[in-house]
């Protein structure tokens, strides 16, 4: 291909780069120079360095070539910080109430962004590469590159206290992408922080996953926790992640900068019926075929189906529906010890003393794995807070 290049100046470059993003479905497009050192490369390694990745060990791997995007690629001179809009048409907390429902988080309750993005940043590079040349490099997400400082450099928006990037536009629902490239482009102007004395999203994390403002350990986090981590998630926070089976959006729903944000226009990040407000039964039921079948396409799929019903089966144990206990108990012989173990977990807050020990009597001789073994010895007070003791147990005090 014979690639004719102009000579435009930063300034109309940047401009035709924008109406191009614009015309291929960006909702925001704006650039910045990375020549110049930033915070956020400390910031990565007091992260990493206070062990606050848990065990996103590729973080740690990475930490160098993430800590600025000259250390990714040397060759980059500008980068084109691109926004995408992902807003809900509904209050994504109100499905919290629903305890025989689980809930997804809004993200991933359509189809993975990282295609859709992928997909038209690419487009966007061949039409820059064809009209200016130079090297480009496209990221969105997985790529070792920090996605919210640039964008908050290049003006998206900011970086607020709960430390994802608030657009006064947009606000919370903003999935984010990047192009570097060897152009020199006319930077735009930083938006500043716009959080002053706010501090809803701090308060309302219920499992208190920032140790400061504008500082995250993911090791708490709800997102971390349901979608990256592999094992069983520490029983401390089990509680606190009631149904939520996918993700959190608590943190992002309630800050006020959303009253200017409007519901996404992309058909395929708009929820799905089936993943609005899915009946945990159901999730629980799911085999590897139908798991994959029913989160096609979806970011869900990525953790596969053990990892799911896991969630699914904490939720079921948080929800207090007695009917559940059945759903919970046909998973106690499943192959993964994973589900197995989430399984006893649920069971010990559904079912009343006896019957737990009775399953316990049954199961446990056979159980050869360690941490499955130990859910049967530990089990847990209901979520309304006292163990559910059999009527005329000794140990049983009314009203406790
Ligand atoms: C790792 C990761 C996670 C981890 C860790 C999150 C985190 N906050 O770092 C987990 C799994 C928990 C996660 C969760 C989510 N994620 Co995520 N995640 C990423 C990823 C891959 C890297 C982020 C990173 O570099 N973290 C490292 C730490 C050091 O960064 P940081 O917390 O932002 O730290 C900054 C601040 O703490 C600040 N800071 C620190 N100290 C101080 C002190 C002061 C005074 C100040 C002012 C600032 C400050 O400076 C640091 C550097 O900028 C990015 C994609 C990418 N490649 O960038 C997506 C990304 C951040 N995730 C995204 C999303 C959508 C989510 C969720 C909303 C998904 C969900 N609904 O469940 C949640 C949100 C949870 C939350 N409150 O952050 C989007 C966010 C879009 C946006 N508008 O910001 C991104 C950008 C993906 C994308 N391409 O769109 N994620
Ligand atoms: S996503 Fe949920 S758990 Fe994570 S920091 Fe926000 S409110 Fe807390
Ligand atoms: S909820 Fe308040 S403190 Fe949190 S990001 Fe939004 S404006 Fe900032």
Known sequence: MTISTSSPTPATA??????????????ACRFTSVEQAWPAQARLAEFVAAGRHGEMGWMADTAERRAHPKAMWPGATSAIVLGVNYGPDADPLAILA????????????????HELIKGR????????????????????????????????????????????????????????????????????????DHCGQCRACLDICPTAAFPAPYQL????????????????????????????????????????WNKFAQASHELRLQARDALKAPVLADLARLDDAAFRALFARSPVKRIGRE?????VLYAIGNSDEAGLAAVAEGLLGDPSALVRGAAVWALSRLIA?????????????????AAVREEWTQPSPSPSGRLKDDPGDPDHIAGS
Request: hydrophobic share 40%.
């Open 14 to 27: 940047a401009d035709q780069i924008r109406a191009r993003a614009q015309a291929l479905g960006f909702d």
């Open 307 to 311: 990892r799911f019903v896991r969630n």
């Open 217 to 256: 350990d993911a090791r708490r986090c709800i997102s971390y926790l349901t979608i990256e981590l592999k094992g069983p998630i520490p029983r401390e926070f089990r509680p606190a992640l009631g149904n939520r089976i996918y993700g959190c959006d608590d943190c992002l729903a309630v800050c006020p």
């Open 121 to 192: 940043l690419k487009q966007l590079a061949g039409w820059i590469v064809g009209r200016f040349g130079g090297e480009l490099k496209v990221f969105v997400d997985t790529a070792p590159l920090m996605e919210k400082p640039l964008a908050e450099q290049a003006g998206l928006g900011w970086q607020g206290k709960h430390t994802n990037l608030v657009s006064r536009e947009f606000g919370s629902w903003l999935f984010l992408g990047a192009i570097l490239t060897e152009l020199d482009l006319t930077p735009d102007a930083a938006s500043g």
């Open 98 to 113: 629903e305890t025989d429902r689980g809930a997804i988080s809004v993200y991933a309750q359509g189809d993975d962004y």
């Open 353 to 369: 003393r006896g019957a737990f020990e009775a399953l316990r009597a049954a199961h446990l001789p056979a159980e050869a794995d």
